[in-house]
């Protein structure tokens, strides 16, 4: 790493029975600057020619799409690993968003039985979120995320200025996530985020800004991941938005954006339970979010029978009973709880109006489109 780490941005060290990992922060502000060496390089084709690779490193390019981690193109990688001359001591280094990370995790996790990887997540979702936890989700055929397994990266860098090329769509996908994370932990790790999102939505932040933002959020979701590794217990809380979330994305043929789905999804669960007034303030970010970067067109495009087909199928179910994640009123805790409720139409019906009212909400007000 040629950057000199960011002052007042401590690392972080995640305790996990596979092996203990490091996040680190880098003031780096001129991706131009950036050489990064490894054996091998998994890279998102956005970065060809963006970022100076030593010339004789090796490195493959991958395109982001959801194709790219399905299984005949994840099989390619193998075959392109054994020929970049990668052995068991070897080191791959992936830079990218959470596609690269889901794929470089797979690959890293089967290829000679496992070998070791470092991380660079490039977008806001993967440097506040995804990062951590060391998790990979495969799709398979038509099946989003259908298959994964465990394997964290040894190091984690995270160089903010790589979020200096994002859209304003990723940033706040990414902030929808952050605030998850945030809301799930209580009240004052909510309103911590809060002060701390301020020049995120200005716009106007500097590298030390979205480190001091990326490292109070990631050391909440260590709480998660430490306390329930393999998504047991108090990880499934993080599942947060995303029942209904998911279910949107579908109904909407994936026209709204994960992340803006997931902040849609909070604000379902906060309708479903007749909105009470601690919740007004996840509402009025998400609302936030929304409003700046949300695409009317892809809000026209929402299917109500897509969308209970969608949330009937979620594997988080089970037999007659939907499980959800809701906000707690008591915060004392947790900020979000799991309730179980009676499958049948009624609870459908209600689900259903809980998301349409979340949508009326972001509609009712002229969006802005950035
Ligand atoms: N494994 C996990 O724990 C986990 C968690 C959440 C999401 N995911 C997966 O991650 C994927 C979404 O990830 P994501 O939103 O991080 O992004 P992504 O990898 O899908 O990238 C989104 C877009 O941003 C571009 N991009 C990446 N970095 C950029 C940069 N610095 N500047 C400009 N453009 C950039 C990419 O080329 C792509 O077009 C989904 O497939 C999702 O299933 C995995
Ligand atoms: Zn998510």
Same mark, same amino acid.
């Not at 609302?287 to 700046?292: D, I, S, T």
């Given at each position: 790493?040629?950057?000199?780490?960011?002052?007042?941005?401590?690392?972080?060290?995640?305790?996990?029975?596979?092996?203990?990992?490091?996040?680190?922060?880098?003031?780096?502000?001129?991706l131009g600057t950036w050489h990064p060496e490894a054996d091998l390089i998994l890279t998102d084709a956005f970065f060809r020619g963006r970022i100076s690779f030593p010339k004789e490193q090796p490195v493959i390019f991958v395109e982001a799409t959801e194709a790219a981690k399905s299984l005949p193109q994840i099989i390619e990688l193998f075959v392109a690993l054994k020929q970049a001359g990668?052995?068991?001591?070897?080191?791959?280094?992936?830079?990218?968003?959470?596609?690269?990370?889901?794929?470089?995790?797979?690959?890293t996790s089967l290829y000679m039985r496992g070998i070791a990887w470092d991380y660079v997540p490039t977008t806001f979702l993967?440097?506040?979120?995804?990062?951590? #936890? =060391?998790?990979?989700?495969?799709?398979?055929? /038509? %099946?989003?995320?259908?298959?994964?397994? *465990?394997?964290?990266?040894?190091?984690?860098?995270?160089?903010?200025?790589?979020?200096?090329?994002?859209?304003?769509?990723?940033?706040? #996908? =990414?902030?929808?996530?952050?605030?998850?994370? /945030? %809301?799930?932990?209580?009240?004052?790790? *909510?309103?911590?985020y809060?002060?701390?999102?301020?020049?995120?939505?200005?716009?106007?932040?500097?590298?030390?800004?979205?480190?001091?933002?990326?490292?109070?959020?990631?050391?909440?979701?260590?709480?998660?991941?430490?306390?329930?590794? *393999?998504?047991?217990?108090?990880?499934?809380?993080?599942?947060?938005?995303?029942?209904?979330?998911?279910?949107?994305?579908?109904?909407?043929?994936?026209?709204?954006p994960?992340?803006?789905?997931?902040?849609l999804g909070m604000m379902a669960a906060v309708r479903f339970l007749g909105s009470p007034s601690y919740c007004l303030p996840l509402w009025d970010h998400c609302?936030?979010?929304?409003?700046?970067t949300l695409d009317p067109a892809a809000v026209e495009s929402f299917e109500p029978e897509r969308f209970r087909r969608a949330f009937l199928a979620d594997k988080k179910h089970s037999s007659g009973y939907y499980h959800l994640i809701v906000p707690t009123s008591s915060g004392v805790e947790l900020g979000v709880e799991e309730i179980t409720t009676p499958a049948g139409d009624p609870q459908l019906a209600a689900i259903q109006l809980a998301m349409e009212e979340a949508l009326q909400a972001v509609s009712s007000v002229p969006l802005e489109i950035v």
């Open positions: 790493m040629t950057s000199l780490p960011l002052a007042s941005v401590p690392s972080i060290v995640i305790r996990s029975s596979l092996c203990n990992y490091t996040i680190d922060f880098h003031g780096l502000t001129d990668l052995g068991r001591g070897s080191r791959l280094l992936a830079v990218g968003g959470g596609v690269i990370q889901d794929i470089a995790t797979f690959v993967g440097m506040a979120d995804s990062c951590m #936890g =060391g998790k990979s989700s495969i799709n398979v055929g /038509a %099946f989003k995320n259908l298959i994964g397994n *465990f394997h964290p990266p040894r190091c984690i860098d995270i160089l903010p200025v790589f979020a200096r090329t994002l859209p304003p769509v990723e940033m706040a #996908g =990414g902030a929808a996530e952050a605030a998850k994370i /945030a %809301f799930c932990r209580g009240p004052e790790t *909510f309103s911590r809060l002060e701390l999102v301020q020049p995120v939505l200005s716009g106007a932040w500097s590298e030390q800004d979205l480190a001091l933002l990326l490292h109070a959020t990631l050391l909440v979701k260590q709480w998660f991941v430490e306390k329930d590794e *393999f998504d047991r217990a108090e990880r499934r809380c993080l599942n947060f938005g995303h029942t209904w979330g998911h279910a949107l994305e579908s109904a909407t043929q994936f026209a709204i994960h992340g803006l789905a997931v902040a609302l936030q979010l929304l409003h700046l």
